[in-house]
């Protein structure tokens, strides 16, 4: 009779968020665990619903460029890029060049400050808290020069229909040239400080391996999916805008772990850097936006575009009836399926393993939640 | 065994690498501002709260309650009361912005067809209450007087 007392142990849920540090905005996670080992996770999303897809059908299409800022907050830049995009599709618009490029750097720079973002707090949940202040010192930099550009520091809302709003203030493009000169050396200064530290090796080697085949079924994309090896990118896959006008490497990994999210995120940090220095070469003269109505009525008809964000992949669907708004918008957001991977790759994890394989996926609720 | 020891090796030289790093940040320039007693220098595009721009000769507004600026807006945060004058002309006797309700897009400003509209650097916004968040567009705060 004590025998089986002894003998038998209990499976538990452990309740992770909403308001928990580590799960990086407002998620929960509902983890079945077996002592200390986590036998199930189940995310539990919509903490963060707006119902923007909805908001849209009852906002004209300039309108609707603000809510776009809300959707990933770390990188609206991107946000912007990708519905503009889709609208001038379905208005089949030609973007002036000159504008083109300026989408192009901004949206670099965002991807190197969302990366930042994302390096600075994964390196905390791991209890290193010194190179977030590292991080967070380029990052305010990159913010300067949007502030300077725009006027506002997170939701720029920058880009608009047909190009972007306003053209690049003075002494931006020194201040962007000095800022890459600068960041190069502080991607040496990460390395040392977290890439390189032993603590930081063992902890996420070989945790949350994802294999190709598993990455590709889940619908994995973004750095997530070139971790694993899969070398697809969508600027280089289906050129957007000017991306065919620039040399650079897809950052890949072999393993699809951790270390390998990691690594490939700094690696494509400084990828980014050679596109902004190309970009800023041979930025051209002219019109920074086509000459469009003022009230946007598209054709009757669809159309879809995606872009490679610093998360993933980014799609609008937009259907127009021919009005001023649209009919139904469709967003495709890479959090939401990058997310999706979280019950298979934390099966088996301790929990504080569960913590840095959230942060490695990098999330951004904003965007799952929508 | 050889690895076990390559490995304590790489740790012992790894860690102190790490705060040379530190270390060398510890005698470079503060980046850190002592706000509030230290200011930003905010940048001429800044965008904070909507106002209407006062004609430096004229000190008037230009604004003629057309209300192209209130249909621009994503999110209804504006509100405008208007009446007209001696001369048939509109004008708006109260015009207000909620800043809890405001995107801070700008896109009212772009839609005025008189260039009446500025974003002005004002962004210590907080409020106690909802009703203290609803600010007059008009310069100092105060009704149209005319
Ligand atoms: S601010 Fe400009 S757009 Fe708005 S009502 Fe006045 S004149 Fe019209
Ligand atoms: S800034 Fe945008 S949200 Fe705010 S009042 Fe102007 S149009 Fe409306």
């Known amino acids: ?200 090796l063992e902890r996420t080697r070989g945790v949350g391996a994802l294999s190709k085949e598993d990455a590709i079924d889940y619908g994995c994309t973004g750095p997530v999916l070139r971790a694993t090896g899969a070398r697809h990118d969508k600027r280089k896959d289906e050129p957007y805008s000017v991306y065919n006008e620039f040399e650079f490497d897809i950052p890949v990994g072999k393993t699809g772990d951790t270390l390998d999210r990691y690594r490939v995120r700094l690696a494509e940090m400084s990828e980014s850097l050679k596109i902004i220095e190309q970009a800023l070469d041979k930025l051209p003269q002219g019109e920074i936006s086509a000459k469009l109505p003022k009230l946007i009525k598209p054709e009757p008809g669809e159309a879809y575009t995606c872009i490679e964000t610093p998360r993933g992949e980014l799609g609008f669907y937009i259907v127009s009836d021919g009005t001023a708004k649209p009919y139904r918008m469709k967003i495709r957001s890479s959090s939401f399926s990058n997310l999706s991977v979280i019950p298979l790759l934390c099966r088996g994890l301790k929990v504080s393993d569960v913590v840095i394989v959230l942060g490695s996926i990098d999330i951004v609720l904003g965007d799952v939640d929508r | 065994m050889i690895r076990i020891i390559k490995e304590i090796y790489k740790a012992l030289i790894s860690l102190p690498a790490g705060m040379l790093v530190t270390l060398k940040y510890l005698f470079g320039r503060t980046v850190t501002m002592q706000y509030p007693e230290e200011r930003w220098i905010l940048p001429e595009r800044f965008r904070g709260r909507v106002v209407l721009i006062r004609d430096e000769k004229t000190l008037k507004h230009r604004c003629t309650a057309c209300g192209n600026c209130l249909r621009a807006c994503p999110n209804a945060s504006l509100r405008l009361e208007s009446a007209v004058d001696q001369n048939k002309k509109r004008y708006p006797v109260k015009f207000t912005v909620d800043t809890a309700l405001c995107l801070f897009c700008g896109l009212c400003v772009d839609s005025c067809p008189f260039n009446a509209l500025k974003m002005n650097k004002d962004y210590e916004l907080a409020a106690a209450s909802r009703e203290a968040c609803v600010r007059s567009l008009f310069p100092d705060g105060e009704n149209d007087d005319r």
């Open chain 1, 1 to 200: 009779m004590n025998q089986t007392i002894i003998n038998t142990t209990e499976e538990y849920f452990l309740n992770m968020g909403p308001q928990h540090p580590s799960t990086h905005g407002v998620l929960r996670l509902m983890l079945k665990m077996d002592g200390e080992v986590v036998l199930e996770a189940v995310p539990d999303l919509g903490y963060l619903h707006r119902g923007f897809e909805k908001i849209a059908e009852s906002r004209t299409y300039s309108q609707f460029l603000p809510f776009t800022d809300r959707l990933d907050y770390v990188a609206s830049m991107a946000n912007n890029q990708a519905y503009c995009m889709a609208v001038e599709k379905l208005l089949k618009a030609e973007v002036p060049p000159r504008a083109e490029y300026i989408r192009v750097i901004m949206a670099e720079l965002n991807r190197i400050a969302s990366h930042l973002v994302w390096f600075g707090p994964f390196a905390m949940d791991l209890g290193a808290i010194t190179p977030f202040l590292y991080a967070f010192k380029s990052r305010e930099m990159i913010l300067d020069l949007f502030e300077s550009a725009c006027g506002q520091r997170l939701t720029y809302s920058y880009m608009k229909i047909g190009g972007v709003r306003w053209d690049l203030p003075e002494g931006f493009i020194e201040k962007t040239r000095e800022f890459c000169r600068y960041f190069k050396g502080q991607l040496d200064d990460y390395e040392t400080l977290v890439g390189g530290n032993i603590i930081f």
